[in-house]
């Protein structure tokens, strides 16, 4: 009857909203998706929260199986849960499309995502330039597309919210060439990573975007109790220990008076470094 | 012992997170941020809903009376509801900070927001700029700081979301001056009216931000059951009825393949026409 994309915000079971929650009820498949970001509980918690069960769809499965997914959704209500906001990320616009296409309904309910939420780090949503994804470098591929727009924010005095890469369940490159495929251990970026990257394309490409002394903020596990908010320079960051997933950076543009009250109570001291 | 911020999503009362609602039942008193955004539904149904009284807190209330929000919270729970997510907006940033001077402990319960809920039109979030305010133009003031900022937005290619202006019991200005408060009706723009300002400061800009034949998106009471996106020129969307608020208008930048395919489905029709 109806496609259901739920949000599941970002940290734990309880997170999901009350329309959320009636939803799944309703539903008699639902499908978890599990590679664009993670929730910070696993899939049995959620399971015994909903009292039903769980399927993990991961990449291969959204994108190779979107018929299985949508087989009888004419007929019954079938979930799809998405950590953070449903459209925070654009691979499943693919499933909305071809739901459509079957004429079957599809509501969207809708949750915090790290592009809202980060607001909670006391630089104001509205003063962000164009977002950015910092992926893993590897030993011959390290892509630099952040660097202008990071750039072009700053010289326009704009905040920059990096999301930094995730890598769950990916079959290895070598494993592809050998034709069976093998999957690497799930990683997670972090800021220290993040920051490591960031600099090391600011040496090769000298044009100033940022540096070692530029004010940036970190956030591990926002909306969870073991959250954490540290601001500093690049260089102090890099020494700070943000623990568990998932981590993102802001690269701070021109600050307001406001904004660095709200700072000051996250700078970190000598003792936050590991 | 805790003052909770809880973000209450987009439209109805069941749009609080699980988490959020268990706050709620636990708070002695809870307030509702009335002026930064509305919710689709009456206060008297969310005091349905939690089964407690609810507080509305205009702008004067928060701005002037902080001690009254904050008395006792060190030791009972106090609940202070925004719509959409806490810190969408700028205006709890003080609160905060006078609750931390006191060593009140503070939690934030996250939500959707415009700002990130807007992905579900199609155009990615990713490729936004900054946002911009418009808001509405009086006799003698016609603001228009959003202009160099879409113009830049557009430049680089990337997307704007232009949050609609609200008044929500505000003091009329010839009644300020006559020293005694009348509270004008609540206003809430519309994409027509956003649409007449901004090309009516196209017109004097004259730098090309813009124009009649710009691609836009309006959108009006995202994540309501009454929901309605609508792509189209500025032209177009300026003789479309949106219907109640809250309306909220996107200024494509480019497109890419994948953002047509979901524009596409919106596009609008003669008939939309008002």
């Known amino acids: 009857m ?19 929650l009636e939803a799944v009820k309703r539903c008699s498949r639902i499908y978890l998706e599990a590679y664009t970001s993670i929730l910070l509980v696993q899939k049995e918690k959620l399971e015994k929260f ?22 009888d959704a004419d007929k019954e209500d079938v979930g799809f849960l998405v950590v953070g906001d449903p459209f925070g990320a654009t691979t499943h616009t693919d499933l909305q499309l071809r ?14 995502s790290i592009m809202n939420a980060v607001g909670t780090c006391g630089l104001q949503l ?12 590897t030993d011959s591929w390290r892509p630099d597309s952040f660097y202008p ?15 930094l890469d995730i890598k769950v369940r990916e079959p290895s ?14 990683r997670y970026m972090t800021v220290n990573t993040a920051i490591e990257q960031l600099l090391e394309i600011e040496q090769d490409q000298k044009q100033g975007a940022y540096g070692p002394g530029t004010l940036c903020v970190g956030v ?3 909306g969870s109790d073991t959250q954490q908010i540290v601001a500093g320079t690049m260089a102090e ?30 700078r970190c001291q000598p003792s936050d470094r590991s």
């Open 2 to 20: 109806v496609l259901f994309f739920i949000g599941l915000g970002l940290a734990d079971e309880k997170d999901i909203t009350v329309k959320g």
């Open 99 to 112: 739901a459509k296409a079957l004429h079957i309904p599809v509501r969207v309910i809708h949750n915090a």
């Open 237 to 266: 960051l890099a020494e700070i220990d943000f623990g568990p997933p998932l981590h993102s950076l802001i690269i701070a543009g021109e600050t307001h008076v406001i904004e660095e009250e709200m700072l000051a109570q996250y």
């Open 50 to 71: 909903y009292g039903k069960e769980v399927i993990v769809a991961d990449r291969e499965m959204v994108e190779s199986q979107v018929d299985a997914i949508l087989h």
């Open 173 to 186: 490159l070598e494993s592809l060439a050998r034709g069976r495929k093998v999957y690497e251990p799930a």
């Open 220 to 222: 591990a596990r926002i």
């Open 126 to 137: 509205y003063r962000y330039g164009e977002a950015v994804s910092i992926v893993y470098f």
């Open 149 to 163: 727009r990071i750039l072009a924010n700053r010289q326009r005095g704009l905040h920059t919210l990096c999301l």
